[in-house]
């Protein structure tokens, strides 16, 4: 796609993010002390779902989610280690079993009891890994655009890594900045984009627009990974007890079909749904077929749950 010319697009700053009514935030400490960020909106008595977003993502990415389902449900996000409102890890300890540890920290002090987990791409990967070690605390499992071996080879894999390598360290000013998300991600809609704006990027003390994340920490972590610290999820999916639903774009380059058709051979217990409109980036491109996908499914999840506690009490 032919690149935007920065003159088209406009200088002003992003409006901030819009708030949902209901939106909450507080903070909580990791295990290795560290601070992250936690959005919630519904109802705070409600089930437990929690959202876990993509490498460059942030927990705001899944507002429009959380106004798309019922008010049953309790949403739960946060912005990872080195995004955000979280803290940047001084360490660059940016790999699954860190993110695992702070979901595990999370779930322990909110607390939660059983809840259901959602990811979007490196976010799936968290979940995968949660889901294969707690299968006592799950009741479903929701992935968006990954499966094994999309982090390491493939088109997918491989533009993430291009996009990482070229990333620019900050931008002159608001125009440059949107030309750079509007040729990184031409399939998102203006309402997408200007909150990736507000979320990812601020104004820096020389007057310039620079990354709200740990940019150069997270591309070291991708570009020149430790090869003992990669997870392989093949092992992972097999071991897997949690209902597990998977959506996919049908124009993703990172999320295979016939990787996740080999999933649903090795375990039962997933099934999956593509996007023909989507690429990688599905709750964006597609954002009312990914709700309706997420009630939809979750809607069967929770009616079998009950027919199935139902049966075992009219057996006790």
Request: glycine share 10%; net charge negative; charged share 25%.
């Amino acid at each position: 796609m032919a690149s935007t010319p920065v003159t088209q697009l406009p200088l002003r700053p992003p409006a901030p993010a819009l708030k949902a009514p209901d939106e909450r935030e507080s903070f909580i400490p990791t295990r290795d002390g560290l601070s992250l960020r936690v959005r919630e909106w519904g109802n705070p008595d409600g089930q437990p779902l929690v959202l876990l977003h993509g490498l460059r993502g942030y927990s705001g990415t899944w507002r429009g989610l959380a106004g798309a389902l019922g008010a049953d449900w309790r949403l739960i996000a946060i912005d990872q280690r080195g995004r955000g409102e979280s803290s940047w890890d001084p360490g660059r300890n940016y790999y699954t079993d860190a993110y695992l540890a702070d979901l595990e920290a999370l779930v322990d002090q909110l607390p939660l009891g059983r809840f259901t987990l959602l990811g979007h791409s490196m976010g799936g990967t968290t979940a995968y890994a949660y889901a294969a070690r707690h299968p006592d605390r799950l009741d479903a499992l929701i992935i968006e655009d990954i499966a094994p071996g999309s982090s390491v080879s493939g088109a997918g894999a491989e533009r993430i890594k291009a996009e990482m390598a070229a990333l620019p360290e900050d931008f002159a000013d608001w125009g440059a900045a949107r030309a750079y998300w509007r040729n990184a991600r031409p399939s998102v809609g203006e309402e997408a984009l200007e909150q990736r704006l507000a979320e990812s990027l601020g104004e820096t003390p020389d007057g310039r627009v620079g990354w709200r994340y740990d940019a150069a920490g997270i591309s070291r972590t991708r570009l020149e990974p430790d090869p003992a610290r990669i997870v392989d999820l093949w092992p992972v999916v097999e071991a897997i007890r949690t209902p597990a639903f998977v959506i996919r774009g049908g124009k993703s380059d990172f999320c295979r079909l016939d990787t996740v058709l080999e999933m649903e051979r090795r375990n039962p217990r997933f099934t999956h749904a593509t996007v023909p409109m989507a690429s990688h980036y599905v709750h964006d491109d597609a954002a009312d077929v990914f709700h309706a996908l997420v009630e939809g499914w979750l809607a069967g999840v929770r009616s079998g749950g009950t027919a199935a506690r139902d049966q075992r009490k009219s057996q006790g």
